[in-house]
């Protein structure tokens, strides 16, 4: 079983900067897919960015060129720089690692971007 863990998140005023940061622990073979995805109350959870083994990423549109997501193969870690933030960024952020066989969440993180 694989345990993934949140950091980061919080309030910061609209323009500002936050990182979020997830670690996995437990049975860990192989991590092909590291992501964020945030959801809204009433919405669906969203792709926000996602980065796959040769460190090819993907991002949402509305993301593009504010946020960067890195990971840290080593470590079993993914982290998400969000930059310029915006308050419809406001969201539960979760993390997600995929295996190709399995996919695996964290517990979400708030993330609050005031006006």
């Known amino acids: 079983q694989v345990q993934l863990v949140e950091s980061g998140g919080g309030l910061v005023q609209a323009g500002g900067s936050l990182r979020l940061s997830c670690a996995a622990s437990g049975s860990i073979l192989s991590l092909l897919v590291m992501g964020w995805y945030r959801q809204t109350p009433g919405n669906q959870r969203e792709l926000v960015a996602s980065?796959?083994?040769?460190?090819?990423?993907r991002y949402a549109d509305s993301v593009k060129g504010r946020f960067t997501i890195s990971r840290d193969n080593a470590k079993n870690t993914v982290s998400l720089q969000m930059n310029t933030l915006k308050p419809e960024d406001t969201a539960v952020y979760y993390c997600?690692?995929?295996?190709?066989?399995?996919?695996?969440w964290g517990p979400g993180t708030q993330v609050t971007v005031s006006s």
């Open positions: 997600h690692m995929n295996t190709g066989i399995q996919g695996y």
């Open positions: 980065i796959f083994t040769n460190d090819v990423a």
